[in-house]
């Protein structure tokens, strides 16, 4: 059994502007500062749980105490739900690829985020996928990307209780690719926002993005 793991981001949901935006407005609600780097890349960490500890840090001077970072998800995920859910669309194809995966006794199925959890499962949630029953790690378990990648490789282990042949990872950003290649996992890229080997725009080629597993 081969396990593949999820990006949400970009790559199940089209939330990418959506997301930073409100991560945008909750650093100067909850965190009080104004003007900041907004080139996520530029940051050591590129995790919710990363970047706002790092803003922190780096504005104020000040570490992110648990109020502060709980008052700072609930900011978050509440900026997210004011939003229109009409905006919350999955990426073409996704929902019936993950569905196809998760019916397959050949395949086992984790999602990651550098989201916070709340967050995370109301953009899948509002854009239709149906994900009580899968892993998931998120900013909300670890700072550092290939922490929460590993996790949700843990959960999803544990679920299916089974070691996998292979470890197979959608994203599309850089910080994907990165953190792919840091774990020695096979890395498929979706989208437009990175160039890699094994690439597609969404999942519309249900049978050309299945053969690639």
């Known amino acids: 059994m081969k396990v593949v793991i999820f990006d949400i981001d970009g790559t199940l949901t089209q939330t990418n502007a959506v997301d930073s935006e409100c991560?945008?407005?909750?650093?100067?609600?909850?965190?009080?500062v104004e003007h900041f780097?907004?080139?996520?890349?530029?940051?050591?960490?590129?995790?919710?749980s990363g970047v706002a500890q790092e803003i922190s840090q780096r504005y104020c001077d000040r570490p992110m105490s648990g109020a502060l970072t709980k008052a700072f998800r609930e900011n978050l995920v509440n900026g997210l739900r004011g939003q229109p859910k009409s905006i919350?669309?999955?990426i073409p194809g996704a929902i019936d690829f993950i569905n196809i995966l998760v019916e397959s006794p050949d395949f086992a199925v984790a999602l990651t985020t550098g989201a916070h959890e709340a967050s995370a499962r109301y953009k899948l949630e509002t854009a239709g996928f149906k994900i009580n029953d899968l892993p998931l790690a998120s900013s909300s378990d670890a700072v550092v990307r290939e922490h929460i990648m590993l996790q949700a490789l843990d959960r999803a282990a544990h679920i299916h209780q089974a070691r996998f042949s292979e470890v197979i990872f959608f994203g599309g950003a850089p910080w994907d690719v990165e953190a792919s290649r840091n774990l020695g996992w096979k890395f498929?890229?979706?989208?437009?926002r990175i160039e890699t080997d094994l690439q597609f725009d969404d999942y519309t080629d249900l049978s050309a993005i299945r053969s690639s597993l």
């Open 23 to 32: 991560f945008i407005q909750s650093v100067r609600e909850v965190l009080g």
């Open 37 to 48: 780097e907004t080139n996520w890349s530029q940051y050591q960490f590129v995790t919710d």
């Open 88 to 90: 919350f669309q999955a």
């Open 188 to 192: 498929i890229g979706i989208g437009s």
